[in-house]
């Protein structure tokens, strides 16, 4: 397992530059050695904020965005269309400015779809937080896109981490708990180790029912990236990168086959222990550079 690499950035704004520009490298060097590339993107401010960089990057379109397949690393089991869900914020920050393949963006089941608990599929109207109606209905879901998964990986057949696609690049964000996607500490979706997808009830951050991956499913990724910017990470970032307990810090246990990439900006790099070896990115990085440039 390799070790993380910790790339520390002047300010939030650099970061989602300087990884917007990272971004567009890792996906045009998979296009260029496998004709195709997959995302997965995460919700949250910093997650939109780099998608909202990559937008404006002038660079992005070294991306063939025609072949590049779009998944999601969790989901807010709201109503097709409602503002909160991060399908409806990526496609505003930058999905409807490119041109992916409808086909190959894969959005996680919406609460009014055919999977959903009805019109509020929220926790807390319809059949309410937890109910049967909302419980089976995000079971379904979750069990739709690990299906989708499977196929779009050609294991239809298969469970467990082999049943997702190896991900070029895997985006998450880190909550002040030190959550990723949708997996908070002791909660039962941390602590799946079969399934790719599960519901998640009862999460501390609005709104309480969601979809996420796993971890096993995190972990199949070849690269993952964590963003984590402002000083209210600094406690999470400093946790996740000396702990080793998943289920109490689930941003531990968040690592590609190949590479894992801390993305930070100062403030939340601020109580990084001693021993742990952090690089300060260039502002360069931000400027946008060829892909095969690493
Ligand atoms: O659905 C979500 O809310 C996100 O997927 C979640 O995992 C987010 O990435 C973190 O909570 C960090 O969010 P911020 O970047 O806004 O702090």
């Not at 990526?90 to 999977?115: F, N, S, T």
């Not at 049967?132 to 995000?138: I, K, R, S």
């Not at 109490?248 to 790099?269: H, I, K, M, S």
Request: glycine share 12%; net charge negative.
């Amino acid at each position: 397992m390799t070790a993380p690499r910790i790339l520390v950035h002047r300010d939030t704004e650099l970061m989602a530059r300087a990884t917007a520009a990272r971004l567009v490298r890792a996906l045009a060097d998979a296009q260029t050695a496998r004709g195709t590339a997959s995302v997965v993107l995460t919700g949250g401010r910093n997650g939109n904020a780099l998608l909202a960089a990559l937008a404006a990057s002038p660079d992005r379109d070294a991306v063939d965005w025609a072949r590049l397949d779009v998944w999601w690393g969790d989901e807010r089991f709201l109503p097709g269309g409602d503002p909160d869900r991060n399908e409806v914020q990526a496609r505003e920050a930058l999905l409807d400015a490119v041109g992916v393949d409808p086909a190959r963006v894969h959005p996680m089941p919406a609460a009014d779809g055919p999977h959903g608990a009805g019109e509020s599929g929220g926790a807390d109207g319809g059949a309410g937080d937890g109910g049967d109606g909302t419980e089976a209905a995000v079971a379904g879901a979750a069990e739709a896109y690990a299906r989708e998964l499977a196929e779009a990986a050609g294991a239809a057949d298969e469970h467990g981490p082999a049943a997702v696609p190896a991900f070029d690049v895997l985006l998450l964000g880190v909550g002040p708990d030190t959550h990723v996607a949708s997996l908070f500490p002791e909660l039962s979706a941390v602590r799946e180790t079969e399934r790719t997808v599960v519901g998640v009830h009862g999460a501390p951050k609005p709104p309480p029912v969601r979809i996420s991956l796993t971890l096993p499913a995190i972990r199949a990724a070849r690269e993952v990236w964590l963003l984590a910017a402002g000083e209210d990470k600094a406690g999470a970032v400093a946790r996740a990168l000396t702990a080793t307990g998943e289920i109490q810090v689930p941003a531990a246990g968040a690592r590609g086959t190949e590479r894992t990439l801390w993305l930070l900006d100062r403030a939340a790099a601020a109580r990084l222990p001693e021993g742990v070896t952090a690089e300060e990115a260039a502002p360069e990085d931000a400027a946008a550079s060829p892909p095969g440039s690493g």
